[in-house]
């Protein structure tokens, strides 16, 4: 048989039909979870709660529970009671060599790691820009953090749509239009759209606040653009045209590819349905011409309703997000969705999932999972959000292009022979990935301080250190004339008997309960920390053992340590949205 993906999971279900065996009241909780080194690989600590509650000794059901276990958990695993009855679980080498060989290629990792979360069908909103605008680097978190977790999601069994819910609707287009029917320098716009409606927006804005009249026209604007005025859609669709040919240069930097892109303005004639039934449910309520909803047990939502219509009549953020969690459950399907945003709004998604809840609740309709996946800012070495010396949002394409050439600068002291063309390809790739890696390694609610030389570098819990290691990895194999993965010479590998042999063995084997974890509370910063962890026992082993000796049976067992090692590295940065190399 061979062996199963997560072997936590395999040891809680064996502990289960142990305790069904012996005579224990089930289902038996048997609380398996990764132990302490020092004492095993795994333990099993539902014996203690079992025994109190029916006042029993727990060792004795410890033993009871042990000696009705299944004879390929005490073929793969030493076990041992502790303590007043935890049961402890190492897996004999031949068990941890047994789980390698199982899990020889890509597939078959994939295959065990589909299983948890079959079933679910998730939205991702992510990444959602406001057109007319560059994306800046605050632009960066939701884009990355989201596709990271779209993967590990995927990854896990679920089924994924990716929602690029841009913001192509709103009051900034009235100033907008104003500002291009009168000032538009079509040379300009031919050369850089986005960078002359960004200089159009401010023009229009500054126009406006300087005088009611242009107030009142871009006003008129608006409702000119909101009734569908031809001329007016037309300016709007170029400008939206614009920017998501611009955002696309970045998603191709960063390897997202969106399912759907329905805006803001895909929903414009679905609010009305939103306003009628939760005017028609006493959810909603007229508050000085507006359309709002109270949350009276709610500590602050009492007070601060959430609005849904603006005075004039205008829908608004709320309104659009509530008829899109409508369409999703309705045409899309979805069982949950995700929203990975800023958590400075987090008051927003609180009071639209409320809203929704409720809404929901009334009309008998299933009750969709929404969560908000936020996260903290990007900062300055000052602390303060990330600008520019003279105190601009930093673009994130130019964040991008400075990263690969920080990088390049590194390949070329690192590697200075490389053809300048391969140089560049590097560069490129370790840029990109340092940027995304520090984004991703931290844990997300935080905010981070963004500092180049400790993002774009060879030590630490970096892109650059593990995309070196795979590069190492992928040398080690092309020295050697070997193919990593190559199950005839892996077929001839000995028991693993070494220090470091085991101890890297012993982290592969920990990958199931990273994805996990990082997949479960939509965290990547557990996988990164992983993955940081085996590239450091590779190093150890790789110092300590080694792999080119004359003895095939202990060379083929290195080897396979090797090829493990990289595509699980591999394997869990992709996940993470990263590319990889052959050589850096
Ligand atoms: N466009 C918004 C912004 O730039 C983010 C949208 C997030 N998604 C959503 N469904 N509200 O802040």
């Known amino acids: 048989m061979p062996a199963p993906f997560n072997l936590a999971i395999s040891l809680d279900a064996s502990l289960q039909a142990a305790a069904t065996a012996a005579g224990l009241e089930t289902p038996f909780a048997a609380e398996v979870r990764g132990a302490d ?41 030493e076990v041992a009671i502790a303590g007043p009855g935890f049961i402890n679980f190492t897996l ?18 994939a295959a065990g790691a589909a299983q948890s979360r079959t079933g679910e069908a998730w939205i991702l909103d992510y990444s959602s820009p406001n057109t007319a605008k560059q994306m800046h680097v605050g632009h960066l978190r939701s884009a990355v953090i989201g596709e990271a977790v779209a993967r590990l999601l995927a990854y896990s069994g679920a089924k994924v749509t ?29 050369r850089d759209p986005i960078e002359e409606f960004e200089r159009l927006y401010k023009l229009g804005n500054n126009a406006a606040d300087a005088d009611v009249a242009v107030m009142d026209e871009a006003r008129a604007e608006l409702v000119q653009l909101q009734a569908g005025k031809p001329a007016s859609l037309e300016v709007w669709r170029q400008i939206n045209e614009a920017s998501l040919r611009a955002f696309q240069q970045v998603y191709d930097q960063l390897g997202i590819r969106f399912d759907l892109t329905l805006g803001e303005s895909f929903y414009n004639d679905k609010v009305a349905r939103v306003y009628e039934e939760l005017a028609k449910l006493g959810l909603a309520q007229e508050s000085q011409r507006a359309l709002v909803v109270f949350h009276p047990e709610h500590p ?46 987090s008051d927003h998604f609180e009071q639209l999932f409320l809203t929704a809840r409720k809404w929901f609740a ?43 050439d920080r990088a390049y600068a590194l390949v070329c002291t690192k590697n200075p022979d490389l053809p300048e063309a391969e140089k560049r390809v ?127 049976s202990v060379r083929a067992r290195r080897l396979l340590l090797c090829a493990r090692t990289l595509l699980i590295l591999e394997t869990g940065l992709h996940l993470l949205g990263l590319r990889t190399l052959e050589r850096m």
């Open 162 to 190: 990716r929602d690029n819910h841009i913001g192509d609707w709103g009051t900034q287009f009235g100033k907008l239009i104003w500002a291009y029917k009168r000032h538009v320098d079509q040379a300009a716009l031919a």
């Open 362 to 404: 009334a009309t008998n309709r299933p009750e969709p999972r929404m969560e908000h996946v936020d996260f903290g800012t990007v900062l300055g070495e000052n602390n303060k959000p990330l600008k520019t010396r003279s105190g601009e949002n930093i673009k994130l394409k130019d964040l991008l292009l400075e990263a690969s």
């Open 426 to 552: 590097i560069a490129e790739v370790v840029g990109t990935g340092s940027v995304q890696y520090a984004d991703l390694a931290q844990n997300r609610s935080s905010d981070y301080v963004f500092a180049w030389d400790r993002m774009i570098s060879l030590e630490g819990n970096t892109a650059a250190y593990l995309l070196y290691a795979v590069a190492r990895l992928r040398s080690i194999f092309r020295k050697l004339g070997a193919v990593p993965g190559d199950t005839a010479g892996e077929a001839a590998a000995s028991g693993l008997e070494t220090a470091t042999e085991l101890a890297l063995a012993r982290k592969l084997m920990k990958f199931p309960e990273a994805i996990l974890l990082a997949a479960g509370q939509m965290r990547p910063h557990f996988l990164c920390l992983y993955l940081y962890e085996l590239a450091g026992e590779f190093s150890a082993f790789y110092n300590a053992d080694k792999v080119a000796v004359d003895d095939p």
């Open 92 to 109: 004999k080498p031949a068990g941890l060599l047994g789980w390698l060989q199982a899990h020889a290629r890509a597939e078959q990792l």
């Open 300 to 345: 602050r939502f009492k007070e601060q309703p959430f609005i849904i219509r603006k005075s004039d009549g205008a829908a608004n953020y709320a309104s659009t997000d509530l008829a899109t969690i409508l369409y999703r459950c309705e045409v899309l399907k979805a069982t949950g969705m995700l929203y990975v945003v800023d958590k400075r709004q």
């Open 37 to 77: 080194p020092r004492h095993g690989d795994f333990q099993a600590n539902g014996v203690l709660g079992y025994a109190k509650a029916r006042k029993l000794n727990p060792r004795a059901v410890a033993q009871q529970l042990v000696g009705a276990l299944p004879a390929e958990v005490t073929a793969a695993y």
